[in-house]
């Protein structure tokens, strides 16, 4: 770290789509050159399928991909174990054990920074450690690691702020195809940000929705009281902290009368989504709002895809009509 800067390399899939910002701007302040891996794209696709397990979820085979990518390319690689990141909630078990299993596909492969991320018990505890384990491991302590955590808070706090108020849908911003017709329709989409997110893998269903004339509402647009508070009428607590909040999204979007439908974009090989896409459906279904759940792998065809969604779209201006 003293005579040149650290490349570090921080794959862009799944939880990159809800950290991000601040593991970047983390250690950059800690003066390390961090290299975030290019979009998604068949390439890199390509390579996380052909090193993964077949039984891994497609995020996970396209977060190969990202690792693969950066590989030859970095000092070192940021693969945070994840196990949960709020009090008494928990991440998907997938991602816990992603530093060991890249360990194992990447041979030879650079070393992982592989921090533990704890936050179910004691969050500010599990907090403190996990910062002073990222910054310990490029060789950092002290007040240098305080200023670090503090511009990394400042930038993720101005982000999910920004998220929030993109009343438009974040991947119509990003895609520049903002609903035009005067009489666009709200539409939920809901579902992981790292499918919704990467317009290669999540094959840009915001974009193409908004680009049908539909106003997009995601998930990240609704403030988390919002959620907390549809997540009320649940009879029991759900304890992944993603599963709470797509299916609390969900019943929050049901509740409001003018939106007119919901899309479920979910993986192929997803446990925690086969329990959430299955209670957001049922609820759709008593309250009577239209509900399409769309399943993506690696072999999903397009074309289907968008003939699907303008299906979805007809029918929901139609009943608008009727
Ligand atoms: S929550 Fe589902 S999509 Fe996400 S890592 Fe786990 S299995 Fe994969």
Redesign the pocket.
């Known amino acids: 770290m003293k005579n040149k800067k650290w490349r570090l390399g921080v794959p862009r899939a799944?939880f990159y789509y809800y950290y991000g910002p601040w593991w970047e701007t983390f250690f950059e302040t800690l003066g390390a050159e961090v290299i975030v891996s290019p979009p998604t794209c068949r390439e890199i696709m390509d390579l996380g399928v052909s090193l993964a397990v077949a039984e891994?979820?497609?995020?996970?085979k396209v977060y190969y991909g990202h690792a693969a990518w950066l590989a030859p390319r970095v000092d070192t690689l940021f693969v945070p174990r994840l196990i949960s990141v709020e009090k008494k909630s928990f991440?998907?078990?997938?991602?816990m054990g992603l530093p060991d299993m890249l360990r194992a596909a990447l041979k030879p492969g650079p070393p992982i920074i592989d921090t533990t991320v704890n936050l179910a018990r004691r969050p500010e505890e599990g907090l403190a450690a996990a910062v002073q384990g990222m910054a310990g491991a490029l060789g950092v302590k002290g007040y240098r690691v305080d200023l670090a955590t503090a511009a990394a808070e400042a930038r993720y706090r101005t982000w999910t702020c920004k998220l929030q108020g993109d009343t438009t849908g974040l991947a119509a911003r990003n895609t520049g195809q903002v609903g035009e017709r005067r009489d666009a329709l709200p539409v939920g989409i809901i579902g992981?940000g790292?499918?919704l997110y990467d317009r290669y893998l999540g094959m840009d269903i915001p974009g193409k929705v908004a680009s049908l004339g539909g106003q997009v509402i995601l998930p990240e647009n609704l403030a988390p009281l919002q959620v907390e508070t549809a997540c009320r009428q649940l009879p029991k607590r759900l304890y992944?902290t993603?599963?709470r909040k797509i299916l609390g999204a969900a019943l929050h979007l049901m509740e409001q009368e003018n939106v007119a439908g919901l899309i479920h974009l979910?993986?192929f090989?997803?446990?925690?989504?086969s329990l959430v896409g299955d209670l957001a459906e049922r609820y759709a279904r008593r309250r009577g709002k239209p509900f399409l759940l769309l399943t993506l792998d690696e072999h999903t065809g397009e074309a289907g895809l968008n003939t699907r969604l303008e299906a979805f779209m007809d029918m929901l201006y139609r009943r608008r009509s009727a």
Do not use: N, R
């Not at 891994?56 to 996970?60: D, E, N, Y």
């Not at 991440?91 to 991602?95: F, M, S, T």
């Not at 090989?269 to 989504?273: K, Q, V």
């Open positions: 799944l891994a979820c497609l995020p996970v991440i998907c078990p997938k991602l992981h790292y499918l992944w993603l599963g979910t993986a090989g997803c446990g925690p989504d």
